[in-house]
């Protein structure tokens, strides 16, 4: 989990760990390639194969259905069978058995928000970074999402990295990454070891 106050960087982090940004200096290692020498198509690449992600908002294409947008990442790179299967299985999973063939427009926030999870999942990507994934949330159904996630990540064994400004809503994560003033800190309180 990332945390810090508003305008600290937390998303500029998260967008340069996902590829979506570049740093001016320094390096982004991932999964023991340093991203920063890649080329702009390894860069394509590597973010389908390896990354997942979630926003604050769902972002699903609102003329497709549930299961395509699931689909969608995994289309890039192969398009078969296998991947309604997989994108079936990730929504059973979330969930949302029964809303498999609905429109995206016919769903809840809450339940736009399981599919983008799933969404998130069907690469069976490396990382999936999540940038305030129950922000535009009410508490209830916040909860029920973070509750989902931490199941994925255990279920899968699947690494997730959170943005959120409200801590209180994951009480239970494997390791807190304070941003402040520009620098990193592990752990939730500034004093604590500055990370390099
Ligand atoms: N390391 C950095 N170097 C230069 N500019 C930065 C750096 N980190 C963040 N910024 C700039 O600071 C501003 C806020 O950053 P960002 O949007 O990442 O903050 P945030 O923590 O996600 O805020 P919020 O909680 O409001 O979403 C942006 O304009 C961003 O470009
Ligand atoms: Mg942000």
């Known amino acids: ?10 998303s500029t982090l998260l967008n340069m760990i996902g590829l979506l940004d570049k740093p001016t200096n320094g390096k982004v290692i991932l ?3 340093e991203t920063t020498q890649l080329t702009d198509s ?11 992600f979630v926003f604050q908002f769902s972002n699903l294409l609102q003329d497709l259905t549930v299961l395509e947008n699931v689909m969608l990442p995994q289309q890039i790179n192969q398009n078969s069978e296998e991947v309604q299967q997989k994108a079936k299985q990730l929504l059973i999973k979330v969930g949302l058995e029964d809303q498999i063939p609905k429109r995206a427009n016919k769903i809840s926030g809450g339940q736009a928000q399981r599919v983008a999870i799933a969404r998130g999942l069907v690469n069976s990507p490396t990382i999936v970074l999540a940038d305030e994934p129950t922000g535009n949330l009410d508490s209830v159904t ?3 999402i973070v509750k989902l996630m931490k199941s994925m990540a255990r279920e899968l064994d699947q690494t997730f990295i959170i943005v959120t400004h409200d801590r209180e809503q994951f009480p239970d994560v494997d390791r807190v990454i304070t941003i402040k003033d520009g ?3 592990e752990g939730e309180e500034p004093q ?3 990370l390099a």
């Open 142 to 144: 916040a909860a029920n």
């Open 192 to 194: 604590m070891e500055v």
């Open 1 to 10: 989990m990332i945390v810090g106050s508003s305008g600290s960087g937390k």
């Open 31 to 33: 999964d023991h390639t």
């Open 183 to 185: 620098r990193s800190f």
């Open 42 to 52: 390894q860069v394509s690449e590597y973010r389908n194969k390896k990354l997942g």
